[in-house]
């Protein structure tokens, strides 16, 4: 897809991005804004996803969010509003795959949005966490760049790790590690 082309992309309707892509495990590839990083944190999957899957504990990770509104938790289907700053996002959950998958879809000022954080198991008990994300309107390129999404997820799965490896220290006490 050419560079115009990107410009004016606006992606699926927001009903077809959640139903046809993220509850199928994926992201607008076409989308003008991409990002994917990955990150390793000490600590299992089952506290990570905790840490992941509850959106009223995002104030922390990364500091700048809190929800606005979240009647149903992180189940299928559940949505919510978050804010980021001043910009309300309204997000609905696709994903919810205990210990392995948190996948959402949000729209904020016109912007369609998927993203995937995904946990993997590594044979000494820590967690692989990778982020996928894509974003989608008019002209978001002009406003938001590929480079500064990753930016940001270089941030989100560092707060994650910080939360999840401190919740692990102070789980195991001073216990020796082996």
Do not use: C
Not at 123 to 128: E, L, Q, R
Not at 132 to 146: C, G, I, W
Not at 161 to 175: D, F, N, T, V, Y
């Amino acid at each position: 897809m050419g560079f115009a082309m990107k410009l004016l992309y606006h992606g699926p309707s927001r009903q077809v991005l959640h139903d046809q892509l993220a509850k199928r495990r994926r992201i607008d590839a076409d989308a003008p804004v991409v990002s994917m990083s990955e990150v390793r944190i000490e600590a299992p999957p089952e506290r990570v996803r905790r840490i992941i899957a509850d959106p009223s504990g995002r104030s922390s990770v990364p500091p700048g969010r809190r929800v606005v509104r979240l009647d149903d938790g992180a189940t299928r289907g559940a949505e919510f509003i978050w804010a980021m700053g001043r910009k309300n996002i309204r997000s609905r959950f696709a994903v919810v795959d205990e210990g392995r998958e948190l996948t959402r879809t949000g729209v904020a000022l016109g912007v369609k949005a998927v993203d995937r954080q995904v946990l993997t198991a590594t044979p000494d008990g820590g967690t692989a966490l990778r982020i996928e994300e894509s974003m989608a309107a008019p002209l978001v390129r002009l406003l938001f760049s590929s480079r500064k999404l990753s930016a940001q997820h270089g941030i989100r799965p560092a707060a994650v790790k910080a939360a999840a490896e401190a919740r692990a220290r102070a789980g195991a006490g001073a216990q020796p590690r082996g």
